[in-house]
């Protein structure tokens, strides 16, 4: 079956430490998006990538980074610099264009403490 | 940039009972206009989406929403809920022309369905 793999489900960290989630997609998808969700906001775009090896920042890139060496993986690292870093964090895929629709992982709980 | 105005953050509803989310978006040249529902703790599901032609689209599940462009709104309607339509739905938008697959999303509406 095709889909978006997210690992682990529930993820807690101290303070201070960097954290990395993951996210796998078989889709064939150029296109791969972090969200971050959190009560009563809605999704908001951390990072965003279009192809391998290129990425742009979304509307709370701050405290986040990303890599896309690999056109099925989009790994999302929340750094220590993250100040609120405890959310619902979802991954997407999709095809590329403006029209299209985006596909949606299972989604990460992170909680930092 | 689009916004997307959720008009209520919870509905109540009764076990067949129909039921409408408001979405408003803000104005634009051409826009694509989608709505997710959301069970607790998993991603989002695409209910429908609308790109052009007919104004009124035809989704998942009973669900369909209907495109007007002079109030800039994307309503979505259930005639007859069921105990599992409740959930989170969201309201997203996409610019048409061209912001490349971003989707801004709405704060979601809570839909809880009761007996």
């Known amino acids: 079956d095709g889909g978006i793999t997210q690992s682990p489900k529930y993820l807690f960290r101290k303070e201070g430490q960097n954290v990395t989630l993951s996210c796998e997609q078989n889709l064939n998808h150029d296109a791969m998006y972090w969200y971050r969700q959190d009560p009563g906001q809605g999704l908001r775009l951390i990072y965003y990538s279009q192809i391998v090896n290129d990425f742009q920042k979304g509307d709370i890139a701050e405290g986040y980074s990303v890599s896309r060496e690999k056109k099925e993986s989009f790994p999302l690292t929340v750094t220590s610099a993250q100040k609120n870093p405890t959310a619902f964090y979802l991954c997407a895929s999709s095809i590329g264009g403006s029209g299209d629709e985006q596909y949606f992982g299972p989604g990460t709980r992170l909680t930092v403490t | 940039a689009q916004s997307v105005t959720q008009l209520d953050s919870q509905v109540p509803v009764f076990e067949e009972a129909p039921v409408e989310l408001r979405c408003n978006y803000s104005?634009?040249?051409?826009?694509?206009l989608f709505w997710y529902v959301q069970y607790p703790n998993q991603g989002l599901q695409l209910l429908l989406k609308?790109?052009?032609?007919?104004?009124l689209v035809k989704g998942i599940n009973g669900f369909e929403a209907e495109f007007n462009k002079s109030q800039t709104s994307f309503h979505l309607r259930k005639p007859s809920v069921h105990i599992s339509d409740t959930a989170e739905y969201f309201c997203?938008?996409?610019?048409?022309?061209?912001?490349?697959?971003?989707?801004?999303f709405g704060a979601g509406t809570q839909v809880v369905v009761t007996p």
């Open positions: 609308y790109l052009s032609g007919s104004t």
């Open positions: 104005s634009s040249v051409s826009v694509y």
């Open positions: 997203a938008v996409s610019d048409g022309s061209g912001s490349w697959g971003k989707l801004q």
